[in-house]
């Protein structure tokens, strides 16, 4: 009999997370995604070289539950028996998750009628209460942040400083692959933790000799949900990318900060673009990432073809998995079905052979 290695997020990073002996090692296996090397986009980008981090790889499918592990582990060492977060549904999944894993409630304030079905699916599969609110995320989140001011339960969102702490770890881990920074980071932005997460981990990797440089970030938003690019809040904001579909992100001046300290950008995409990065990732590279996700890439294009690209290594984030949103994978992409007999005969008239 042989025990596996002990793995995740809190196991691997622990000796740079504000986690001790009384924290639970709880894991769900998150973390020590893949990095890989694009097969096709990196030249069209103008690349020298492309690599995307598959974040998608992790267990509910999205970058949260890097954060979340280390959220829901110190939210039971501090002996809350609930966590609530607001969410555009990947959150969500990730809160449910891991509550159940710990044998905690879980509650999550979700957008009516905005949150991709195999969001959903999974919340309602992991138990989680789901409250569906009349309103947009923004609205969602000031609602959790007051509920649990008051309440006995353990907020999970962003603002929780130890989802920031997990998510860092990506940026080690990029680092510790390439054995440096990359040039560029590419990564969507909604609610900006992320973008906050990645450059507070790649300032660390610097400090410690893990890096010699600092990636230059480039944040992408849509553009109908870009406040970081207008400079103000959008109150109602509109995006087929639904996980970004944020007009008041929580961590706004991690962002700018990550954007003006690294000499990077924050710009927008529109939906036909985000689409089209979502469609050429899938028929190019072989990688069915959510539409948000495709936002990293169709930034990264729309910058090249404007000649604003110069080689150079770029990582772009996958953070999402296809699979989270069917009804937009249907409708985006062109099925090539043909109905056939069930015979050798019916399967080659069916392929013109
Ligand atoms: C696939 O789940 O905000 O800028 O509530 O699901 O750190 O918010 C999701 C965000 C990018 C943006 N890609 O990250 C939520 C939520 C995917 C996402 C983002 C999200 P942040």
């Not at 504000?18 to 924290?23: H, K």
């Not at 579909?245 to 900060?257: D, E, Q, V, Y």
């Not at 249907?330 to 007999?341: E, G, I, L």
Request: with cysteine; net charge negative; proline share 6%.
């Amino acid at each position: 009999m042989t025990t596996p290695p002990p793995r995740g997020v809190l196991h691997r990073w622990g000796s740079v997370l504000p986690i001790g002996p009384e924290t639970p090692r709880i894991s769900l296996g998150e973390g020590d995604t893949p990095l890989v090397r694009s097969a096709h986009l990196e030249r069209l980008a103008g690349l020298d070289e492309l690599w995307f981090k598959l974040e998608m790889c992790n267990p509910t499918g999205s970058f949260k539950d890097r954060g979340m592990v280390v959220a829901v582990a110190k939210a039971v060492e501090s002996g809350a028996k609930a966590i609530m977060c607001a969410s555009t549904g990947n959150t969500s999944a990730s809160a449910a998750a891991y509550a159940a894993h710990c044998g905690i409630e879980s509650f999550v304030l979700v957008p009516g009628g905005k949150v991709a079905a195999g969001k959903l699916a999974q919340a309602i599969a992991f138990g989680t209460k789901i409250i569906e609110v009349d309103g947009n995320f923004d609205e969602a989140l000031t609602a959790a942040r007051a509920l649990t001011d008051r309440h006995p339960i353990a907020l999970v969102n962003s603002v929780n400083p130890y989802r920031i702490q997990g998510q860092k770890t990506a940026a080690y881990e990029v680092c510790d692959a390439l054995g440096d920074a990359p040039d560029i980071l590419a990564i969507p932005v909604g609610n900006a933790g992320n973008i906050t997460a990645y450059w507070k981990g790649f300032g660390e990797c610097a400090e410690t000799g893990r890096a010699t440089l600092h990636p230059k970030m480039y944040g992408f938003q849509a553009a109908g949900a870009a406040p970081l690019v207008s400079g103000h809040p959008v109150e109602h904001p509109e995006t087929v990318a639904s996980a970004i579909r944020i007009g008041n992100p929580a961590s706004w001046t991690g962002a700018t900060s990550a954007r003006d300290e690294s000499g990077g950008l924050i710009e927008a995409v529109t939906d036909d673009e985000i689409l089209d990065a979502y469609k050429l990732l899938a028929s190019k590279e072989g990688l069915f990432c959510e539409p948000a996700s495709a936002a990293s890439v169709a930034g990264l294009l729309k910058l090249a073809r404007a000649g604003r690209i110069a080689g150079g290594r770029a990582v772009a984030i996958l953070t999402g998995n296809g699979l989270k949103d069917p009804d937009t994978a249907v409708r985006t992409y062109t099925a090539d079905v043909t109905k056939a007999a069930a015979t050798l005969e019916g399967v080659e008239r069916a392929l013109g052979l």
